[in-house]
């Protein structure tokens, strides 16, 4: 089970992963989602999962609820937050702060994830900004294990937010940018050892891997930044 900011290295990788295990990697979800489909509630009734890569702090909570094991959890990447609109649209300015507030303010919808940068979209960057009365009415929560780009794509929201490496991969979407440095949000992304799982020997392998040199282009070509030497 993957959160999506992991999704696209991980495909890149699984061939790879295949031929250390040798096994066939079954994957359950690419996205941390919502409802019953979400990974904390696939794993609260009892789903087995080998692997769980998600945002570190989530990770450590699932830890803490029994969910994955301590033993083995590892950083694999670190992702910063951009946002997209649809291809053929102009391009939005938000190199900087008062950039980023116009946008914001002009835009007629905004999207976010059900995952880490939606979270700090809708309870953070907004209010640091001055503008939560004005743009939260008009966001909407993308969830279900659909990404925030698609919408953008299909012309159901103006701009959209989410982690770099989730909107890379959607078509139909255009000029993602990185929020501006001085209100980024860099989030580790973690990977942990399920705690059902009936080889956690071959997860560690596997893990083990994830943070190696040979995973690192996969890796930053997805959009992330390793964290491998």
């Known amino acids: 089970?993957?959160?999506g900011a992991f999704t696209a290295a991980y495909k890149a990788l699984i061939p790879q992963l295949e031929s250390i295990t040798?096994?066939?990697i079954v994957t359950v979800t690419t996205s941390i989602g919502t409802g019953d489909i979400s990974i904390p509630n696939r794993l609260k009734r009892g789903e087995v999962a080998d692997i769980v890569i998600v945002a570190d702090g989530?990770?450590?909570?699932?830890?803490?609820?029994?969910?994955v094991l301590a033993d083995g959890a590892a950083i694999v990447a670190r992702s910063g937050i951009g946002m997209a609109v649809r291809a053929g649209a102009p391009?939005?300015?938000i190199s900087t702060l008062?950039?980023?507030?116009?946008?914001?303010?002009?835009?007629t919808s905004v999207g976010y994830s059900a995952s880490e940068s939606g979270k700090y979209l809708t309870t953070d960057l907004v209010q640091r900004l001055g503008i939560a009365e004005q743009v939260l009415p008009k966001s909407r929560l993308v969830g279900g294990g659909e990404r925030v780009g698609t919408l953008v794509a299909r012309g159901e929201l103006e701009i959209?937010?989410?982690q770099i490496s989730e909107l890379l991969p959607v078509p139909g979407i255009a000029h993602i940018t990185p929020l501006p440095p001085e209100v980024q949000k860099i989030s580790a992304f973690t990977a942990g050892v399920g705690t059902h799982?009936?080889?956690p020997a071959c997860a560690r392998k596997v893990i083990a891997f994830l943070v190696s040199a040979e995973a690192r282009?996969?890796?930053a070509g997805s959009g992330l930044e390793p964290v491998s030497a």
């Open 1 to 3: 089970m993957t959160s």
């Open 22 to 24: 040798g096994k066939t």
């Open 58 to 67: 989530v990770l450590r909570q699932f830890i803490a609820d029994g969910y």
């Open 91 to 93: 391009k939005p300015d």
């Open 98 to 107: 008062d950039a980023l507030r116009k946008t914001l303010l002009q835009a």
């Open 160 to 162: 959209g937010f989410q």
């Open 197 to 199: 799982s009936p080889d």
């Open 217 to 219: 282009q996969a890796i």
